[in-house]
């Protein structure tokens, strides 16, 4: 079974820019989420899906934040414009929240430098 | 609101000594999960446990050996003769939602095993 896919690896652009995310969880799990991390903050969630439905957003730190689900095999998060504090390793992980089931699982994660 | 604690910054030991990587809890829930993820050097976070609150059962698999304990709201991690490839940094993590979906991680411990 392939792993949560995230694209791309390393991104890099320049302030004003926009930004996506992508990420493909793993099949047949329903929920989805997108985490970002800096040595600052740490591990923040932004946002989580289930079965493709926005449930929490109250971590997207600002409107130029937005993240959209339109299938259960794909979701982006979108920045813009971005900015030089958005730069952080954007993580997306699943999981199958089936009852005892509900660990998650990462991707590779997405390292976004803004210049 | 819920919260994780992992008081130790950082651990430096030298290979195959045992390590012990402490994580302290806070929940008002009587039904919530505990987790620990590894984050290699390479970036990715890996899952190595989950345990629920009902199984205060202490596990162990190979070098692993997790120790929960209610009474004192602690999960603790144990690595038995340490290898230079467990140096990562280790999260653990809380869950009172029944699916899971809403994760709190902790700071995380940087362990570094010296050759």
């Known amino acids: 079974d392939a792993g949560v896919i995230q694209s791309p690896r390393h991104e890099v652009t320049e302030m004003g820019q926009e930004v996506t995310l992508r990420c493909k969880p793993i099949s047949g799990h329903n929920s989805l989420f997108w985490y970002r991390q800096t040595m600052m903050r740490g591990l923040e969630l932004l946002i989580y899906?289930?079965?493709?439905?926005?449930?929490?957003d109250s971590g997207m730190p600002e409107d130029r934040f937005s993240a959209k689900m339109p299938n259960a095999s794909f979701s982006t998060l979108k920045i813009q414009p971005s900015e030089p504090r958005d730069s952080a390793v954007y993580f997306c992980?699943?999981?199958?929240?089936?009852?005892?089931?509900?660990?998650?699982?990462f991707g590779p994660g997405t390292r976004l430098t803004v210049l | 609101a819920q919260k994780v604690t992992q008081a130790q910054t950082e651990i430096s030991v030298v290979e195959k000594e045992d390590v012990t990587l402490d994580c302290v809890y806070e929940?008002?829930?009587?039904?919530?999960?505990l987790f620990w993820y590894k984050q290699p050097p390479s970036g990715e976070l890996v899952f190595l446990i989950r345990?629920?609150?009902?199984?205060?059962q202490n596990e162990i698999s190979g070098r692993y050996s997790w120790n929960f304990q209610k009474s004192t709201s602690s999960f603790n991690f144990t690595i038995t003769a340490s290898q230079v490839v467990d140096s990562a940094v280790y999260f653990c993590a809380l869950s009172e939602d029944n699916y899971g979906q809403n994760f709190v991680f902790g700071p995380g411990t940087r362990l570094s095993v010296l050759p």
């Open positions: 899906f289930n079965n493709n439905v926005p449930i929490d």
């Open positions: 992980a699943s999981s199958r929240t089936s009852g005892s089931y509900n660990e998650q699982f």
């Open positions: 929940t008002r829930d009587t039904t919530y999960y």
């Open positions: 345990r629920n609150s009902f199984d205060e």
